[in-house]
């Protein structure tokens, strides 16, 4: 299968810093990624679609001047966590979408865990 | 909208117990896809099948199961002779819009014990 990977796996970070996650397809070529955040013992839940070279799309309650999107190329997304809080800290997981002919299929990344002190 | 439903918040069984994860979804389109997840300790999602809507076959893969039932919106998940390595979070998923709408479920934590 296709092949996503998330850098850093791991930060920390002090409150009022900001964090950037990168989100690579690294054999394909993704013009849609999505961003999802995880809290701990919780399900995920998407924060937001990002197309390459136009901007990203926020799910309700999301705020976008809080997690920048950017898409500037077909295999890498990134996402800004800016003037990061405690409440931030959770698991944030990317996926790259192949489109197909007849299906689109995501692939996830490894996923990116963000502790904010 | 499309939502997923897993009313097993935790289970426990001893090593070497069959257990079923339920997994009941709802959605409108008559397209669809189905999934399940396993997402252990270490927090990486491991995909483990994928089931279109006009497939109801069910499917064995070595000790892992499925039994899909469109009659009552359910895809369930039977782990046979289950293994302390299989403790983990396993989600169901549903995917609309030919693969663009993704939603998990809430998961489903299985603990194996020795």
């Known amino acids: 299968g296709a092949v996503v990977s998330q850098h850093p796996s791991r930060v920390i970070c002090k409150s009022g810093t900001s964090v950037k996650i990168e989100c690579r397809s690294l054999d394909f070529q993704a013009t849609t990624m999505f961003w999802y955040r995880q809290f701990p013992k919780q399900s995920l839940m998407l924060m937001a679609t990002s197309n390459e070279g136009s901007k990203a799309t926020y799910e309700q309650g999301v705020e976008k001047d809080k997690f920048l999107i950017n898409h500037a190329s077909l295999t890498l997304s990134t996402l800004t966590v800016t003037s990061a809080h405690p409440e931030d800290s959770s698991f944030y997981i990317c996926?790259?979408?192949?489109?197909?002919?007849?299906?689109?299929?995501?692939?996830f990344g490894p996923g990116t865990r963000l502790t904010v002190l | 909208a499309q939502k997923v439903t897993q009313a097993q918040t935790e289970i426990s069984v001893v090593e070497k117990e069959d257990v079923t994860l339920d997994c009941v979804y709802e959605?409108?389109?008559?397209?669809?896809?189905l999934f399940w997840y396993k997402q252990p300790p270490s927090g990486e999602l491991v995909f483990l099948i994928r089931r279109n809507s006009f497939d109801e076959q069910n499917e064995i893969s070595g000790r892992y199961s499925w039994n899909f039932q469109k009659s009552t919106s359910s895809f369930n998940f039977t782990i046979t002779a289950s293994q302390v390595v299989d403790s983990a979070v396993y989600f169901c998923?549903?995917?609309?819009?030919?693969?663009?709408?993704?939603?998990f479920g809430p998961g489903t934590r299985l603990s194996v014990l020795p």
């Open positions: 959605t409108r389109d008559t397209t669809y896809y």
């Open positions: 996926s790259a979408l192949i489109q197909r002919q007849v299906y689109n299929e995501q692939f």
């Open positions: 998923a549903l995917s609309e819009n030919y693969g663009q709408n993704f939603v």
